[in-house]
Nanobody
Framework: EVQLAESGGGLVQPGSSLKLSCVAS????????MSWVRQAPGKGIEWVAS????????KYADFVKDRFLIFSDIAKNTLYLQMNGLKSEDTGVYYC??????????????GGPGTQVTVSS
């Protein structure tokens, strides 16, 4: 059973940084591509970033380029999202998901409760 446990969210001011973590289990982490997605209040799921765990190949949604960094620690079976320069519009619940984002119809598999990020002054 795929299990993904997100953590690291919180309430921060605009311009601040947060580092989200996602501990993965129940599948071969080293052979996977992983993603972060988010859901703002009252909105649908929005893709944020994807990475190939072993190679580090990654891509980002335009609205987070040059601010967010997705990376993994294979020894810890953990995916991270370093978020810098946070904006109020980054507020939402962040989930990690199994899979690479190919476009709007990609089915990324979530397996955890997510972690709340609130950016407010």
């Amino acid at each position: 059973e795929v299990q993904l446990a997100e953590s690291g969210g919180g309430l921060v001011q605009p311009g601040s940084s947060l580092k989200l973590s996602c501990v993965a289990s129940g599948f071969p982490f080293t052979t996977s591509a992983m993603s972060w997605v988010r859901q703002a209040p009252g909105k649908g799921i929005e893709w944020v970033a994807s990475a190939v765990v072993t190679s580090g190949t990654s891509k980002y949604a335009d609205f987070v380029k040059d601010r967010f960094l997705i990376f993994s620690d294979i020894a810890k079976n953990t995916l991270y999202l370093q978020m810098n320069g946070l904006k109020s519009e980054d507020t939402g619940v962040y989930y990690c998901a199994l899979g690479w984002y190919y476009g709007p119809h990609t089915d990324l598999r979530r397996g955890g409760p997510g972690t709340q990020v609130t950016v407010s002054s």
